[in-house]
Nanobody, 125 residues
Framework: EVQLVESGGGLVQAGGSLRLSCATS????????IGWFRQAPGKEREGVSC????????YYADSVKGRFTVSSDNAKNTVYLQMNSLKPEDTAVYYC??????????????????WGKGTLVTVSS
């Protein structure tokens, strides 16, 4: 059974930091690209960052470049999203997803096969 489980969300003040984790199982981690997405209330889901587990290539939305860092621990089949200098506009439910053939655009990552249930990040001003 494929599982992606996000953790690490919570309430933080603006300027603070959080680290999200995406623990995966049930598929060959090294063959997949793992993406982080977020969806704020009343808004469409958007791609935040993704990482190729095979070669480590990373991608970021312009809105988070320089503040967020994605990394993976292939031994643990886990991907992390370190979020620094958080802003109120970062408030959203954050999801991780895995895809074997992902097409990366500026605002979304297409072709995800599996999704987690999400973790809520709330940034207060």
């Amino acid at each position: 059974e494929v599982q992606l489980v996000e953790s690490g969300g919570g309430l933080v003040q603006a300027g603070g930091s959080l680290r999200l984790s995406c623990a995966t199982s049930g598929f060959t981690f090294d063959d997949y690209t793992i993406g982080w997405f977020r969806q704020a209330p009343g808004k469409e889901r958007e791609g935040v960052s993704c990482i190729s587990s095979s070669n480590g290539n990373t991608y970021y939305a312009d809105s988070v470049k320089g503040r967020f860092t994605v990394s993976s621990d292939n031994a643990k089949n886990t991907v992390y999203l370190q979020m620094n200098s958080l802003k109120p506009e970062d408030t959203a439910v954050y999801y991780c997803a895995a895809g074997s053939e992902v097409v990366i655009s500026t605002s979304y990552y297409y072709g995800m096969d599996y999704w987690g249930k999400g973790t809520l990040v709330t940034v207060s001003s």
